[in-house]
């Protein structure tokens, strides 16, 4: 097939994350979910789940607890606003960084809220 | 079956024969009887086929495209500035792919209004990458619609049937009806090389960057400058592709040959005229009023404008002292289109040293204005006895009267 | 009467990718995500040059899940019609066909089309998401955009006309469904659509959605600002099926209230508004007592 099949002729594109790369790296904040706070972590049932219903960019899990994937997270501060406990809040990337976390870290070692 | 019926019932039942799915057509004179007709067969049941009376041509050919993206064979008609207001679905359906076959009923642009025959519309569409087939009599109108509709399926390059408003799409001349069993031997079900559909979804035509860019799979994929490339590629190659397709109607049918040019009396000819549409089958009679004269003079018809057939033509006409360009349409703060196309094929030649014909470039009928067969007889008698090469920069508008 | 769907009764399946190119905090993303859970996987999806052409993908990467067919600026609702009509002639008219088409596309270069469709009433949902400018293209002023908003072409004075009412032009065409819905209330949306699709002919769904850069405002704010926009009465969710009007979900709850927020929380909360006077501002409160009176009237 080479390069002059169908596919390959025309402007056909498929699925897949990323189109804007690792958007995580747009990030100047990020939201930290406190485990104390979060209704359905608390709960250890289905409840609440409006960060998950209002994430722009799909990257909160509707698991319990709730987690975040800081590879494409871009920081928008939605989550942390809607939350009626407010269990979320934004802290500064530089200074996870600083406190030697590696952005990308939590989600590469899979569901797990970075706390 | 023989009928006598005008140009544009012709083409409606090419249309019809051809199965098409979806047409979505607006109506704009001439084409309009076209629309007219296929609106009768639907309602009569004669033709299964969505129609859709659209709003404008944009949405006409909007209609096309994304039926065809869909998979379904579909069809429009349109003429002049209904062309133009669909321009820029012109260059999408080509650079999408598409196999949309539409009828371009030749007629004048505004401004000033025109409603009279002309190629400006079509012959302005030519850099769209679009197939274009022009028609000299009603049987090469039905014909080259099924041809259309085979040719654009083959090579998934839209295609556009021209033919000779009022002259040809109102006039009534006898023609044979392909039979459909025929029909369904040369014309195949449309196969889609890919259909919109969500068990396989894709997200077509979108932004496509200036360079290439690794996809989903980690392969890297083209940039719009080889998508472009692709296209123009097999545009060339549509030149052997419609050969094929000319072949295989011969064969089927019984009638054709050359997919490319229509010659007439050229193979002695000192002197060939090239042209479009039913102009060069009026030059016939032009062509034996001067070979009574003693002139060797013959006519080049190009039944396949784009892709350019410019090695046929150029071997079909060196052996001439001289060509005769005349055509219906300009280039606007330049000269006719065919006229430079000849000049361009011809200057390849010339490169390598062998003796080519001069070129002469003519223009008539802008606007409708009739082309009568004596004025071209007394133009093409002065240019084979007078000096064709004092003619200067501009060519020559038969039938002007400033 | 259908129960409303709740945040636990959504489906969980999402159709939408991360890592789009929509700013950060898009309005546009929440409603196109939950709005894709409505529609489900058996649709085709027709979108016009727009922020959404941006989120969905450059090729050859898809944000989006769903086959969508990119198409010329003026012709969305023209395509959808075609699609549609493909897929009657190909006998697979299970498949929904979605138009998603920004304000300019459906309201201004977008109106010829979508009107002619409409008067067809070809069988497709049209949604729009007003976020009230071409914003992909940096901000410049539309149809939708509301009056006194400051845009790039407006840069200076705000805008001086009206926003155009492309609801009530839709209801105009009688069509059976029109309504609006706010990103800020998703849930509201998401029956919308499932209602709409069970629904034939051409359905029209115009949804406000929030734009940080465009509006200026920070982004988390972006639902904040569009519940706002509800609770001032300066936009209202509403249906108008078979052309009867009803306000539904926090509207219709503002109707029993009868106590909206004064409309300056909503104006000041945004900094395209700057420019307004407090003589404009007292002018949109007046224009919005006024309609609401009318609502409390007919309620």
């Not at chain 1, 909160?60 to 997270?73: K, M, N, Q, V």
């Not at chain 2, 997200?203 to 200036?210: C, D, E, H, K, R």
């Not at chain 3, 972006?222 to 509800?230: D, E, L, N, P, T």
């Not at chain 3, 001032?232 to 029993?256: C, I, N, P, W």
Request: aromatic share 8%; glycine share 8%; charged share 20%.
């Amino acid at each position: 097939m080479g390069t002059r099949g169908y596919r390959y002729k025309t402007s056909h594109s498929l699925s897949g994350p990323g189109d804007g790369g690792k958007t995580g790296s747009w990030r100047v904040q990020r939201p930290i979910i406190d485990l104390e706070r979060c209704t359905p972590a608390r709960r250890g049932s289905e409840a609440c789940f409006i960060c998950w219903l209002y994430c722009p960019d799909n990257v909160i899990s509707r698991t319990i607890p709730p987690t975040i994937d800081y590879e494409y997270c871009k920081g928008c501060g939605i989550c942390a606003e809607e939350c009626p406990t407010k269990a979320i809040t934004m802290v500064d990337e530089a200074d996870v960084v600083a406190n030697d976390e590696d952005p990308a870290a939590c989600s590469t070692e899979g569901p797990r809220p970075c706390t | 079956m023989h009928m006598i019926e005008n140009g544009n019932v012709a083409a409606a039942i090419g249309v019809k024969l051809a199965g098409a799915q979806v047409i979505a057509a607006y109506p704009i004179t001439p084409q309009t009887p076209l629309t007219e007709k296929l609106s009768e067969f639907i309602e009569a049941g004669e033709m299964k086929a969505q129609h859709i009376p659209v709003e404008s041509e944009h949405s006409a050919l909007a209609a096309c495209i994304a039926a065809s993206s869909t998979g379904a064979r579909a069809f429009t008609a349109t003429s002049a500035n209904g062309l133009l207001y669909m321009h820029e679905q012109v260059h999408w359906a080509a650079g999408a792919r598409l196999p949309i076959v539409m009828c371009v009923v030749n007629r004048a642009v505004g401004a000033p209004w025109n409603i009279w025959n002309d190629h400006q519309d079509s012959i302005s569409q030519r850099d769209t990458g679009w197939i274009q087939m022009y028609c000299c009599d009603h049987q090469q109108i039905i014909d080259s619609v099924l041809k259309a509709f085979a040719i654009a399926e083959a090579v998934s390059i839209p295609v556009m049937v021209c033919y000779d408003g009022y002259l040809l799409s109102h006039t009534y001349m006898p023609f044979e009806v392909p039979e459909e069993q025929q029909v369904a031997r040369f014309l195949k079900p449309f196969r889609p090389a890919y259909a919109l559909d969500p068990e396989n979804p894709a997200n077509l035509n979108t932004v496509t960057l200036p360079d290439t860019r690794v996809d989903i799979n980690g392969d890297m994929a083209h940039g719009y400058m080889e998508i472009r490339y692709l296209l123009q590629e097999d545009l060339r190659a549509t030149l052997a592709v419609a050969q094929q397709t000319e072949d295989s109607f011969k064969q089927i049918f019984g009638r054709g040959g050359d997919a490319l040019l229509e010659p007439y009396r050229c193979d002695d000819a000192e002197y060939i005229v090239v042209g479009l549409g039913s102009l060069t089958y009026q030059l016939h009679d032009v062509v034996e009023t001067l070979r009574s004269e003693g002139h060797k003079i013959g006519v080049m018809g190009i039944r396949l404008y784009r892709p350019f057939p410019a090695e046929a033509l150029v071997q079909a006409v060196r052996q001439a002292r001289g060509v005769f360009v005349i055509e219906k349409a300009v280039s606007y703060g330049y000269e006719g289109a065919l006229f430079s196309d000849v000049k361009a094929a011809l200057f390849e030649s010339a490169q390598s040293g062998d003796p080519v014909p001069f070129v002469k470039g003519m223009v008539a009928g802008i606007g409708g204005r009739e082309i009568r067969t004596a004025d071209l007889t007394d133009t093409l008698r002065a240019a084979v006895t007078g000096s064709p090469r004092d003619a200067g920069d501009d060519p020559g508008w038969i039938g002007l009267r400033l | 009467m259908t129960p409303k769907t709740t945040i636990l009764t959504l489906p969980k399946e999402e159709l939408v990718h991360p890592g789009s190119r929509a700013c950060t905090g898009c309005g546009l993303s929440i409603a196109y995500r939950i709005g894709l859970k409505a529609l489900g996987p058996d649709t085709i999806l027709v979108v016009p040059p727009s922020c959404l052409t941006v989120l969905q993908g450059l090729f050859p990467v898809a944000t989006t899940k769903l086959p969508c067919l990119n198409v010329t600026f003026a012709s969305t609702a023209a395509a959808a019609t075609g699609v549609m009509e493909a897929l009657k002639a190909q006998g697979r008219e299970h498949i929904k066909v979605v138009a998603w088409a920004g304000d300019g596309g459906t309201s201004d270069i977008g109106i010829q089309a979508l009107s002619g469709a409409a008067e067809r009433g070809d069988d497709f949902l049209f949604m729009c998401y007003d976020n009230e400018g071409y914003m992909n293209t940096g901000v410049q002023r539309s149809g939708t955009t509301p009056q006194g908003a400051i845009t790039t072409n407006t840069p200076f004075k705000g805008k001086l006309q009206q926003k155009k009412d492309v609801p009530a032009i839709m209801a105009a065409h009688g069509i059976d469904y029109v309504a609006t819905a706010s990103a800020a209330y998703p849930l509201d949306l998401y029956d919308k659509i499932k209602k709409a699709l069970t629904l034939k002919g051409t359905k029209y769904i115009h949804i406000h959605t929030p734009c940080p850069p465009g509006w200026g405002f920070e982004p988390r704010y972006s639902v904040k600002v569009g519940r706002s926009a509800i609770e001032t009465g300066y936009y209202d969710l509403y249906e108008v099926e078979q052309g009867v009007f009803r306000l539904t979900g926090a509207s219709e709850k503002l109707v029993e209230k009868q106590q909206l927020v004064p409309v300056r929380e909503y104006l000041q909360s945004q900094a395209r508004f700057k420019l307004l006077s407090e003589e404009q501002i007292a002018q949109i409160q007046s224009q919005i007592d006024t309609k609401w009176a009318g609502y409390y009237q007919a309620g």
